[in-house]
């Protein structure tokens, strides 16, 4: 994964290049290990590139390149875990 951003101390969002976009949940078991429990992915539609991630508690935002070599963002409202 190339992008990371924490939303808040217990989930993690990662991107890779390519766009896959994962929302993990961490937690601590036993001993200290740490558990990532996926909750979320998605592809972005837009980039062939991704190069940034920004995230909140709301949303989830990229930014990254078009075939044509443009620029593009999207933002997604992050889905709701059940």
Request: hydrophobic residues 45%; charged residues 25%; aromatic residues 4%.
């Amino acid at each position: 994964m190339i992008c990371r951003a924490f939303i808040n101390a217990r989930a993690l969002v990662v991107s890779s290049l390519m766009g896959m976009t994962i929302l993990y949940r961490l937690v601590l078991e036993k001993e200290n290990e740490l558990k990532l429990t996926k909750l979320w992915e998605r592809d972005v539609a837009e980039s062939i590139k991704v190069n940034v991630l920004i995230t909140d508690e709301k949303r989830v935002v990229t930014g990254g390149l078009q075939p044509d070599g443009t620029g593009v963002i999207e933002i997604w409202q992050k889905e709701q875990s059940s």
